[in-house]
């Protein structure tokens, strides 16, 4: 289908004003996004769309007064613009009254890579999840994308949206079903597990075929949703795992990796098990190029992934 | 000092019984709790007293009645008037001011929409009031619905760049059922206004920001009556009010004083004045 190839953010668009059309309380703020953006929800329904200037500040305060009110605010912005710039406002305005907004952030990751590390949201799922009351997903392609803003409607609380580049390779199947807070079993339990969140899942595919060329079997969960995760799959996923990896275009810290050890930590009833995070380092990137490229950088790549894991496996107890 | 003649009459003018009444409630929550905003909270009264006595619809036995208008206390602070006035109107009860941040209260050191009747928003971090308000002034819009918001900030919170997001978005959406009432009281937590973060020229600010504006003394209650039952002040705007107040007014000895913004620690003796300053303890 057309959409399918389509980018993410499209799929996410196409899907607000899906739902507008169809919900009365679905309202649309944009800061000052690139020209064109949701026309045909501007021409019909002009007084559900806001395009409001440069102030994440006030457009989340204002979704959150929309909120209190009964609407459902959905808004789209560059990811650190929500995460960084207006931290306070998602924390108090968003969390602590717990509404129902959904901030889809565009360029999760590394994707503005060529744009500097201004614009990069590499801490972005490790800020949200701190966050009472929020929910974090990444998915991983923009047809999974569709099935996430199809459940977003009815989602109680404030929900965090991570996009990702546009034209990201299709690997989500619709017969896995989508619900947000379940993880999506990919691949059956294997002597290596990897546990994967957003545009990953791709790489973790293809380091699996790699790996399993080689004789060794790889299991996938897909964690899209980061917060809250979905505990059980995670430990049952990890129980038979001689090594767990965790793939994540995000710090090491905080996020996906940070979430999965802290799961494994929390049951007594079991060592954890060696464990492989693999993502960006505590550090702003220095370079420029693109998301590919730095995923080359921080061994991100499927071959590179599927090397760790070929390495680390001798060590293992 | 900006506005002499303003600051001059907040300064001068006498309080009536209600004032007194009011704010010996707020002594009492002052006491229950052994702390408190003590400035901010004197120097609001008058505003909130005009808008729950004279202005805004509301049903105390039904906080949530959807035709009411909306009122948020951005200065958070603040919150001691507001409680008094809820407590005054009948949303809770008198004895909940005694237990003012106290473990298991209702009533905090800054208002909690999740756990206070006719509290619409949690604030306290400041600069989040006015962006709120302009998402409620458009949602009455878009259901076609009379209601009225009213957001009022401090003086020192108008530092805050949201506050100014805010003002251009409530501008650009002509939102002429939004009042953004200032409590101008001149002090902020370290000092002067004038000296720590100047705001003016302050309502050059608002207009700028194409809010229609008025001046008034915050301790007039007619003059606050009159102004705030005349709104909006222009068709397709939204308004600001500048409220010229005094700090601690009614208690000679903290009116204008930085150092009676908080108090985190009340003596008896320190309560046992402000009693005295403002009639004496009620016997009811």
Redesign the interface.
């Known amino acids: 289908m057309p959409w399918e190839a389509a980018t993410m953010r499209k799929a996410a668009l196409e899907m607000i004003e899906t739902l507008a059309r169809r919900d009365p309380r679905v309202?649309f703020l944009g800061s000052d996004l690139g020209a064109g953006t949701l026309d045909g929800l501007r021409r019909d329904r002009p007084?559900?769309f806001?395009m409001?200037?440069i102030?994440e500040?006030?457009?989340?305060?204002?979704?959150?007064?929309?909120?209190?009110?009964?609407?459902i605010p959905y808004l789209n912005t560059i990811a650190p613009f929500f995460t960084r710039r207006a931290l306070?406002?998602i924390a108090?305005?968003l969390c602590?009254?717990n509404l129902p907004v959904r901030l889809i952030a565009s360029g999760g990751g590394v994707v503005y890579a060529p744009l500097g590390a201004t614009h990069l949201a590499i801490e972005d799922l490790a800020v949200m999840r701190a966050l009472p009351n929020m929910t974090v997903v990444a998915v991983s392609d923009a047809a999974e994308m569709r099935r996430l803003m199809a459940e977003s409607l009815d989602w109680p609380g404030p929900l965090y949206i991570r996009l990702a580049k546009g034209g990201d390779k299709e690997v989500s199947d619709a017969a896995r079903g989508f619900a947000i807070g379940k993880a999506i079993p990919v691949r059956p339990p294997a002597a290596v597990q990897m546990i994967t969140t957003g545009v990953m899942l791709a790489q973790a595919l293809e380091a699996a075929d790699l790996l399993a060329a080689q004789g060794v079997a790889c299991g996938i969960l897909h964690a899209h949703t980061v917060k809250p995760l979905d505990e059980a799959m995670v430990r049952a996923a990890a129980a038979p795992a001689r090594l767990v990896v965790t793939l994540e275009e995000h710090l090491r810290n905080g996020g996906l990796g940070s979430a999965v050890l802290e799961c494994l930590a929390d049951d007594p009833t079991r060592p954890i098990p060696p464990l492989l995070r693999l993502g960006l380092p505590d550090a702003f990137p220095k370079e420029y190029g693109s998301q590919d490229s730095m995923f080359q950088t921080f061994g991100l790549k499927a071959a590179q992934i599927a090397e760790r894991v070929r390495a680390t496996l001798p060590g293992l107890p | 000092m900006s506005h002499p003649p303003f600051h001059n009459a907040a300064q001068a003018i006498p309080l009536d019984a209600r004032a007194r009444f009011l704010r010996r409630l707020a002594v009492e929550t002052l006491e229950g709790g052994g702390r408190g905003h003590i400035g901010s909270t004197l120097s609001l009264m008058e505003i909130l007293r005009v808008l729950y006595d004279d202005v805004m619809r509301f049903r105390p036995e039904e906080p949530a009645w959807p035709d009411r208008d909306r009122f948020i206390l951005s200065k958070g602070h603040g919150c001691i008037a507001q409680y008094v006035l809820l407590a005054d109107k009948g949303f809770i009860p008198r004895a909940a001011l005694r237990d003012f941040c106290r473990q298991h209260a209702i009533l905090g050191g800054h208002p909690d929409?999740?756990k206070i009747p006719g509290v619409?928003?949690?604030t306290?971090?400041l600069?989040?009031g006015?962006?709120?308000?302009?998402?409620?002034?458009?949602?009455?819009r878009?259901?076609g619905q009379a209601q009225r918001v009213f957001v009022v900030m401090g003086d020192g919170e108008t530092n805050e760049?949201?506050v100014w997001?805010?003002a251009?978005?409530a501008g650009?959406h002509r939102l002429s059922n939004l009042v953004a009432l200032v409590d101008y009281n001149k002090l902020q937590s370290y000092g002067p206004t004038a000296e720590v973060q100047d705001m003016e020229p302050f309502a050059d600010k608002w207009r700028a920001f194409n809010f229609a504006v008025a001046e008034v003394n915050g301790h007039d209650v007619a003059a606050l009556r009159a102004l705030l039952t005349a709104l909006p002040l222009a068709e397709g705007r939204p308004t600001a009010v500048i409220c010229h107040t005094i700090k601690g007014k009614g208690l000679p000895f903290a009116e204008g004083r930085a150092d009676w913004h908080h108090k985190s620690k009340l003596s008896a003796a320190e309560i046992e004045a402000m009693y005295d300053a403002l009639g004496g303890r009620d016997h009811a």
Do not use: C, T, W
């Open positions: 309202v007084d559900r806001f409001e200037g102030n500040a006030n457009f989340i305060g204002m979704a959150a007064g929309l909120a209190m009110e009964g609407f306070e406002q108090v305005d602590l009254h | 929409a999740n619409e928003a949690s306290g971090a600069g989040h006015l962006p709120i308000g302009v998402g409620m002034a458009l949602a009455a878009l259901r760049g949201s997001e805010a251009m978005a650009k």
